[in-house]
């Protein structure tokens, strides 16, 4: 189910691409006011086409989650700040968050060790995501960390202390995903719902 799964994440990936590029491309013809109507009829065409894809394959991904995952599934969307889609890349990802044994090799395969990088004299660096990992579950983390920022308690305690510290915007919503993964871990390994009071145990 889980390789199932992950082909058609690959899949709407790839119809998401197509998606943006019929877009920006009937964007940049129609600027030019020369665009002929047929053309403009079919790249219509086109970009609607990709869109029923796109969402019904959706649809049979989230169907999947449900029935083959549902324990899990539900729980991570206990947790404010995640949604469906991030729910189901998570446990495509991590296969029902068996492949990891402790939370750090997670963080380490999504990207999301923050570092800091200091140039000449200054002394504050700017935080970035290390390149290897699934690039995939770091953006909607990251997209997630918007959210998460005003309705997780941890994330919104965080989110003040290092904007209090002067931490660059970015940053700041990078710890917050990481934090997100953390939570997701947690509950997903210890079969639990959401606790906004939960205190974590250290990270081996």
Not at 96 to 105: A, G, I, V
Not at 176 to 185: G, M, V
Request: proline share 2%; hydrophobic share 35%; glycine share 4%.
């Amino acid at each position: 189910h889980i390789h199932q799964m992950r082909q058609l994440l690959t899949t709407i990936q790839l119809f998401d691409k197509q998606l943006q590029m019929s877009q920006k491309q009937l964007q940049s013809f129609s600027a030019t006011c020369l665009i002929s109507s047929e053309l403009k009829k079919i790249i219509n065409q086109q970009i609607r086409s990709l869109k029923i894809k796109i969402d019904k394959l959706n649809v049979t991904l989230k169907a999947m989650a449900e029935h083959h995952y549902s324990a899990t599934f539900k729980k991570l969307q206990t947790i404010p700040g995640i949604g469906t889609k991030t729910a189901v890349i998570l446990i495509v990802i991590t296969h029902n968050f068996q492949k990891f044994e402790y939370s750090r090799q997670l963080i380490a395969y999504v990207g999301l060790s923050p570092r800091i990088y200091q140039s000449g004299t200054s002394i504050k660096g700017k935080g970035r995501i290390c390149k290897m990992g699934a690039s995939l579950a770091r953006k909607h983390l990251y997209l997630c960390s918007w959210t998460a920022k005003k309705a997780n308690k941890a994330c919104y305690e965080m989110y003040e202390r290092l904007k209090e510290k002067g931490k660059p915007e970015r940053v700041i919503k990078i710890a917050i995903a990481n934090k997100l993964l953390k939570q997701s871990f947690a509950i997903a390994r210890n079969n639990e719902i959401y606790n906004e009071n939960y205190i974590s145990k250290p990270c081996f």
